[in-house]
């Protein structure tokens, strides 16, 4: 068990940058339906008490075991809590979701969905008071990134951009029942694997914990409950993991409210009010293949795929086990008594049965037609012998009356005498069971031929990224060539211009040269009528 859990970001690293935002910035972002998540206050995570409230997650049961009872997060915990829409266009990230254009001008690249973090904070900077598209999704991309699906490497997945082609059309997107099930995703994770670096919106899992459970809830901000709830809770009082340990042990049925209730001003609102008109079911079991996200690894197919074989197996090993059983209990004979004499039709068919190894074997039940058998075989009757064959139209006195044995050529290691009504009821219960058997088989072979048309689909989208990588480094080999030869005709300049300067440097000497001897005659002839002057 992981004492304690770790995250990349914390409320204050949103807080701040929406403390950045101008007004007309603020009101871009609150037409996308995300804008009550502006006004949520800087929250300190208690990492303790999330440790241990996750600690108590039960990834069957998909919630929380207390003691005084099990308790689940809800869509309507999280249209009350955070103020996302929980209805509408589910959030899907597809594993064959084509590359777009606004991946790649985000930095994304084919091979590696995914923008970090700190490089959407630099462009966020950029923009100081601009309002644009480019703007607003951005700062989606970080909301997303580090409030709302948070993961443990500091970035963001790229394929989050598809939703954002036409911004119009974010607030169709059901992003609270994205936010409910990407948590679920991480919870089960951190039981799973026992995860250092938890992901989700761990904020809301701390503001759920403060609305349903009375332990280390802190004072409200007013009396009136602000909408969001989240703007309703001050900060906590720090305590140690053993203090949440021994609260949550003696925890009381009283402390714990087990289902948050809209107030009438809240209904009014419309997050609230669809999620009201929706039947109740739907509000306490969303269909998580309705708004799963599909970020599931090639790794964690295979691995459920393998649980799933495992867990049919052993169902049938256990089956099996109960068919043996019953075969031991008859005879090996089909010649014992029989009180009435009188066997009917038993219709022969075979049954394939599949064992602990995953093989099949056949088990032949052949017909058995006999009008009456004798209580007391003589020598003249018919036997039939450890390999259960017999003699074709063998005719068997029985009271002076002659009848005839059709078809009795048996080929069974074990066959039963006259069946009795309970024996009758065992082999219907036996064809029951291998009918289900069969179906759980075919449900299974329906699963595997899924997983593979998949892994073929994740394949094919891997030769084509790979082709579109081929197609990247050609671009740039191409690229890099130009500059090559652009760098060949720099050094043909340099050069000639080397060449002419050492011209230059030669003339240069020459003309000193020159220009001194000039100087020379020129201060002789005057020294010299200077002399004849003197004279």
């Not at 009821?425 to 998949?454: A, G, P």
Request: hydrophobic share 35%.
């Amino acid at each position: 068990m992981v004492e304690n859990i770790n995250t990349r970001f914390t409320v204050s690293t949103f807080i701040k940058q929406v403390e950045k935002l101008s007004n007309g910035q603020k009101n871009a972002i609150k037409k996308t339906g995300l804008g009550h998540l502006l006004i949520m206050p800087n929250q300190k995570l208690s990492k303790t008490l999330l440790a241990e409230l996750m600690d108590r997650w039960n990834c069957e049961k998909k919630a929380f075991v207390l003691p005084p009872g099990d308790i689940k997060i809800s869509l309507m915990d999280v249209a009350l809590i955070l103020g996302l829409h929980v209805m509408g266009e589910p959030v899907v990230l597809k594993n064959d979701e084509p590359f777009s254009h606004l991946e790649r001008e985000y930095g994304a690249v084919p091979g590696k969905r995914e923008i970090s973090i700190s490089a959407i904070e630099k462009s966020l900077e950029s923009f100081k008071t601009i309002v644009n598209d480019d703007f607003i999704r951005t700062f989606l991309l970080f909301t997303f990134g580090v409030l709302l699906f948070p993961n443990a490497k500091g970035t963001v997945d790229s394929r989050y951009l598809s939703f954002m082609e036409d911004l119009d059309k974010m607030l169709g997107y059901a992003w609270g029942a994205a936010v409910h099930e990407n948590l679920h995703l991480w919870l089960d994770r951190r039981k799973k694997q026992g995860i250092e670096y938890v992901g989700g919106c761990l904020i809301f899992v701390q503001m759920w914990c403060y609305a349903h459970i009375d332990i280390a809830r802190p004072l409200h901000h007013g009396r009136n409950l602000p909408f969001p709830r989240s703007c309703q809770w001050k900060n906590s009082s720090s305590h140690t993991r053993q203090w949440f340990t021994e609260k949550f042990e003696k925890l009381h049925e009283n402390q714990i409210i087990w289902e948050l209730n809209p107030t009438p001003e809240e209904s009014q609102i419309d997050i609230v009010r669809e999620l009201l008109e929706m039947p109740k079911e739907t509000v306490e079991s969303p269909s998580t293949s309705e708004y799963l996200s599909r970020t599931a690894t090639d790794n964690d197919l295979r691995t459920q795929a393998v649980e799933l074989e495992k867990e049919l197996i052993t169902d049938l090993a256990g089956e099996m086990a109960d068919v043996q059983k019953y075969n031991m209990k008859l005879p090996s004979t089909l010649g014992s008594p029989s009180t009435n004499g009188m066997v009917d039709h038993l219709d022969s068919e075979e049954d394939t049965i599949i064992d602990v190894n995953g093989e099949t074997s056949e088990v032949q039940k052949d017909t058995v037609e006999v009008t009456q058998v004798s209580q007391s075989p003589s020598g003249d009757d018919t036997v039939i012998d450890a390999n259960g064959k017999t003699s074709e139209d063998t005719v068997i006195d029985v009271n002076g009356e002659i009848a005839e044995v059709r078809e009795v050529t048996v080929e069974v290691t074990q066959a039963s005498p006259s069946p009795s009504a309970d024996n009758m009821d065992d082999v219907d219960n036996l064809r029951t069971t291998n009918e289900m058997l069969e179906k759980q088989v075919s449900e299974m072979e329906e699963v595997i031929e899924e997983l593979r048309r998949e892994n073929l689909q994740r394949n094919q989208m891997s030769e084509k990224q790979v082709s579109e990588k081929e197609e990247v480094i050609e671009e740039l080999r191409r690229e890099n060539q130009v500059m090559e030869k652009q760098i060949s005709e720099m050094e043909g300049v340099i050069e000639e211009l080397r060449r002419e300067n050492q011209f230059l440097k030669s003339h240069y000497l020459s003309s000193n040269i020159l220009a001194n001897r000039l100087e020379r005659i020129v201060f002789g002839e005057d020294l010299n009528d200077q002399k004849e002057c003197t004279s």
